[in-house]
């Protein structure tokens, strides 16, 4: 491959270093190498993942429990937003690879074309991960984290999962006001205080005799216990500490707090390395249509920045699978 | 030159005329692997929960369609296949092995610190 773009005048000469054994220019090969560091740090962060789930492996969160929502409609419709946004990736890495082919023949109008489906792919996928963040974080049953940092949701009879909202009564007599910084200790700071206190959990359930708690432990067929009315109101009522509404760095309303924890910070990781490609690309993009590559008589910039967006889909791929499917 | 472009997949079972021709094989390729996963990981089948090799059977055929989706991404969209043998096992072989290599560790201790947890934080009792 003589597309190197840089010409040293070494050349043939084995000995200055001209002789090029693995026939890939400098460039090229150092984002092959970069790449290789990069998986390393994701695989990393998910052979981490897999640590914290097989220390809890009786009672990590079902992923198709989770996330189960697809924007504009209703209902519960697990995987398949993320089996979209997977796809859409895999459409970008297309446009991608159809841009370096176009580069191979010089042909300026096609690589412009496939770049910026490359870009408006890329800003899809992002926008739809930043969807699925407020959906995480936003939750939606809402549940009770135990003084051992546990989770107890709530089902009803039939074992379908009941909202908090539906079923617990706001008492409008005790407001707890929020603490500020600014007429309390200036040095401590709270968060959002969550729509109901535990006591107005514990009246709701008394109050509704079918509705049952679901606790984080899997049972044998592979589902989240569930207690019976006896133990769910004993339970809640000597372990219920925190009103637990979505999830953040702390708190979790879908289970351990390690698999929001992981989520965040992996997906987040991963997102960060699509917005850059998205910039990268969107650099090459401005390159390739003020005709810098058409005078270089080469499009190997196209061909680098396109590996790094494959890399990009390529441990999607892996985060998919590690998250929303095993 | 650049141009030169291996055309076979499956080890030459699918042949295409041009490379633009395979980069479209290859997505209806992986379009169709990620569409059986998403269909398992809905229905979730009853044989899927049975245990081969320590894990459930539906999670090794996820993994194993994960590798098969990476393994045609490199090869076809990086063009790792048309990369000489030596890059391509520098940069497959290690990242494959150290890969491994952590995923091992991680995992076995992760298991044994589940069962020191579920066994009253006893490993070994005398």
Do not use: C
């Amino acid at each position: 491959m003589s597309t190197a773009v840089a010409n040293t005048g070494a050349e043939g000469k084995t000995w200055n270093g001209g002789n090029e054994p693995l026939k890939a220019s400098y460039g090229k090969m150092m984002m092959w190498f970069f790449i290789v560091s990069d998986a390393l740090t994701f695989s990393g962060f998910l052979a981490a993942y897999g640590f914290s789930r097989f220390k809890f492996i009786d009672a990590w969160p079902i992923a198709d429990e989770v996330f189960t929502h697809v924007p504009f409609f209703h209902g519960n419709y697990p995987m398949i937003y993320v089996a979209f946004m997977t796809f859409i990736l895999i459409m970008s890495s297309v446009t991608m690879v159809l841009a370096v082919d176009a580069g191979h023949h010089l042909n300026k109008s096609k690589v412009t074309i496939y770049m910026f489906l490359t870009i408006i792919g890329g800003i899809i996928f992002v926008g739809s991960q930043a969807w699925e963040w407020g959906t995480f974080i936003k939750g939606d049953f809402g549940a009770v984290q135990t003084k051992g940092g546990n989770i107890l949701q709530f089902v009803d009879t039939d074992g379908k999962r009941v909202a908090l909202r539906d079923f617990v009564v706001a008492d409008t007599h005790v407001d707890r006001t929020q603490h500020e910084s600014k007429n309390g200790l200036w040095f401590v700071g709270e968060g959002t205080l969550p729509t109901y206190t535990v006591e107005e959990v514990i009246h709701g359930l008394e109050a509704n005799e079918n509705v049952l708690i679901r606790t984080q432990v899997i049972n044998e067929e592979g589902e989240k216990t569930v207690l019976s009315r006896a133990e769910s109101l004993k339970q809640l009522k000597s372990n219920g500490k925190v009103v637990v509404e979505g999830a953040n760095l702390h708190v979790n309303e879908y289970g351990s707090p390690l698999f929001a924890d992981f989520f965040f910070f992996i997906t987040g990781f991963h997102g960060f390395h699509v917005f850059s490609g998205i910039v990268l690309n969107i650099i090459i993009f401005f390159n390739v249509v003020l005709g810098t590559y058409e005078k270089r008589k080469s499009y190997e910039m196209v061909e680098k920045v396109g590996l790094y967006w494959h890399f990009v889909d390529l441990v999607w791929v892996f985060v998919f699978t590690f998250f929303y499917l095993v | 030159m650049a141009q030169e472009h291996k055309l076979e997949i499956f080890r030459g079972l699918v042949k295409f005329k041009s490379n633009t021709q395979k980069i479209w094989g290859v997505l209806i390729f992986l379009s169709i692997v990620t569409a059986i996963e998403v269909i398992l990981g809905i229905i979730k089948p009853e044989w899927g929960k049975s245990m081969v090799l320590g894990m459930k059977a539906l999670n090794w055929i996820f993994i194993i369609l994960t590798i098969v989706k990476a393994y045609y991404i490199t090869w076809d969209f990086m063009h790792m296949r048309d990369e000489t043998k030596g890059l391509r096992r520098a940069v497959v072989w290690t990242g494959i092995f150290l890969i491994l290599y952590l995923i091992f560790i991680l995992l076995q201790e992760g298991g044994y610190v589940f069962r020191v947890y579920d066994n009253g934080y006893i490993k070994r009792d005398f």
